[in-house]
């Protein structure tokens, strides 16, 4: 059974719509295309900077070009008028001395020389009005009519009776003036065509817009490949930063390395600093995606940490108070003595599991709070810290919980005073000497040192263990780091020692640094210290 044929779909008015011709392969309907746009559309659009930057170029050279070729038209016009004038002269000269021998105009032309082209107009008592104009054969002598034609131009043209620019019949445009003869009442009128002002005119014209055209497309031609060539930094700045918009930057490892090319940035151009700035900003949002990236990761890492350091207390505790609530329903049901002092002695080792869990769950959330004070610029009390009275008492709470290292230090005989909270900066040391002992095998000597070092005071913790792995050194003061990616209390620890230790250093404007090689590693903790007293000299 086939298929009736589908009617043709309603064409579309011609101003709307264009479709291409199908081809003999193709489906019955073809895709309409949306029609180009109109032209008024199209210039209504913002110009590209090199179509702006050449139309401003062109159009004020073109318009010097054109007012230069003006104004040496008009002044060589003036110069060419004004030596027209002088041959009109010249000539009038040359005719008044024939004029009173001669009777008519063109015996007068031809007793001389004169120029092609010159005119002659004469009215004397005796012959009347005659005229004659010098042609390439000779002078030839005007009609009445031709004199009736130029008497009625000439009183069209009276403004002026010493110059004036007439048209005349059958001759042209003239440059005419009127003299008399002397010792007569004749006057003659002697004239001179304009066709050579006017053709030299044209010429120059013509010759100043074929230079002017010829020079415009030079001009366009090198100011196109000039900006072009300048523009091309530009270019190579904004494709970059299409590169660097279609990134996915939302989520996930996001590294830029788009930039923009070196041979593109030039410190001595604009365009040039354009590129630098721009390659200096990305390489600023890739450190800070970098960044945001370590802190996603230690985020994760603090979560996971955080929520296993936790999470085993509170084990502890379900399991040890279960246990407790079984051994009392089962000394409930057998009232025997010796069940019930078992009982009694199951819940008192469970409440004191379930006590130590709570106090390391306690010191973890006290460590956490701690922190963010810090991070807050709070929980700091300042007052005069001996710093040799602190390290002593540090070490000496340092040698009961690690018997098996040998401890041992070095201070000065005068106090290394400074402005702080002693609580805190004892704990700086303690967490520094907990981490030399958690650290380092048994046998392994630990030396504390305190100095004054110019303006500042120097707590040194050295031990001659393992060393430090180069993988973790540049995260060694993070929170949550440790040398040992285990959870395990002994070797991991919790990794918010040294971070502690940080954050209480930063907080007193100090620095806290390490160095390390196995067998020597040492921390240093630079604090500003207190000046020393002036010392007052006896008088006599």
């Known amino acids: 059974m086939s298929t009736p044929p589908r009617p043709a779909p309603p064409v579309p008015p011609a101003e ?57 038209s008009a002044i060589l016009s003036q110069v060419l008028y004004v030596n027209l004038g002088a041959q009109v002269d010249e000539a009038a000269a040359s005719i008044q001395p024939r004029a009173a021998f001669q009777s008519s105009a063109e015996q007068v032309l031809e007793s001389g020389f004169f120029d092609s082209g010159t005119l002659l107009v004469m009215n004397s008592r005796g012959t009347g009005i005659s005229g004659a104009v010098v042609g390439d054969n000779g002078a030839r002598a005007l009609t009445t009519d031709d004199l009736g034609r130029i008497a009625d131009s000439l009183q069209a043209a009276a403004a002026d009776p010493n110059a004036q620019t007439v048209d005349l019949p059958n001759l042209g445009e003239y440059l005419v003036r009127t003299f008399q003869t002397p010792g007569s009442d004749s006057i003659f009128l002697v004239g001179l065509p304009l066709s050579s002002v ?36 530009l270019r190579a700045v904004a494709e970059t930063a299409t590169r660097v918009a279609s990134l996915r930057m939302d989520q996930g490892d996001v590294s830029i390395t788009e930039r923009v090319p070196a041979d593109q940035v030039d410190h001595h151009t604009e365009i040039g600093q354009v590129g630098t700035a721009l390659n200096t900003l990305l390489d600023r949002v890739d450190a800070s995606l970098s960044a945001r990236q370590r802190n996603e990761e230690l985020m994760r890492r603090f979560v996971a940490d955080a929520s296993h350091e936790l999470r085993t207390p ?74 040799t009275r602190l390290a002593v008492e540090a070490v000496g709470d340092a040698r009961p919980a690690g018997p098996d290292h040998s401890w041992t230090i070095d201070v000065p005989d005068t106090p290394v005073e400074l402005a702080g909270d002693a609580a805190r900066l004892h704990q700086v040391v303690a967490n520094l000497l907990a981490n030399a002992r958690t650290h380092t095998p048994a046998g392994s000597e630990v030396n504390v040192s305190v100095a004054h070092e110019g303006a500042e005071a120097v707590l040194r913790v050295h031990d001659n263990g393992p060393g430090i792995d180069p993988s973790v050194a540049s995260q060694l003061f993070e929170r949550f780091a440790r040398a040992d990616r285990s959870r395990d209390r002994k070797t991991g620890g919790t990794g918010l020692g040294l971070s502690i230790a940080r954050a209480i250093v930063d907080a007193h404007r100090g620095t806290i640094s390490v160095k390390s090689t196995p067998g020597d590693t040492t921390f240093e903790v630079r604090l500003p210290a207190k000046p020393a007293d002036p010392v007052i000299a006896d008088t006599v």
């Not at 139309?55 to 070729?69: C, K, N, Q, R, S």
């Open 16 to 72: 709307v719509w264009e479709t291409d011709a199908p081809d003999a392969d193709s489906p019955q309907e073809s895709t309409p295309k949306p029609k180009k746009e109109p032209l008024s559309q199209r210039l209504r659009r913002p110009w590209t900077l090199q179509a702006r930057l050449m139309t401003a170029v062109i159009g004020m050279v073109a318009f010097i070009l054109v007012m230069i070729g003006i104004s040496t």
């Open 198 to 233: 006017t053709s030299t005119v044209g010429a120059i014209l013509t010759t100043v817009a074929l230079v002017t055209t010829g020079g415009l497309l030079l001009l366009a031609v090198i100011i196109a490949i000039v900006i072009r060539l300048g523009l091309r930094p």
């Open 314 to 387: 509170l084990a502890s505790i379900r399991g040890f108070s279960e246990l407790s609530l079984r051994a009392m329903r089962q000394a409930q049901d057998d009232e025997s003595r010796q069940r019930i002092s078992l009982a009694v002695e199951t819940t008192e080792q469970s409440l004191e599991r379930i006590q130590a869990q709570s106090l390391r769950m306690t010191t973890l959330v006290e460590d956490l709070l701690l922190l963010a004070r810090l991070d807050e610029g709070q929980e700091l009390v300042y007052g005069s810290v001996d710093l």
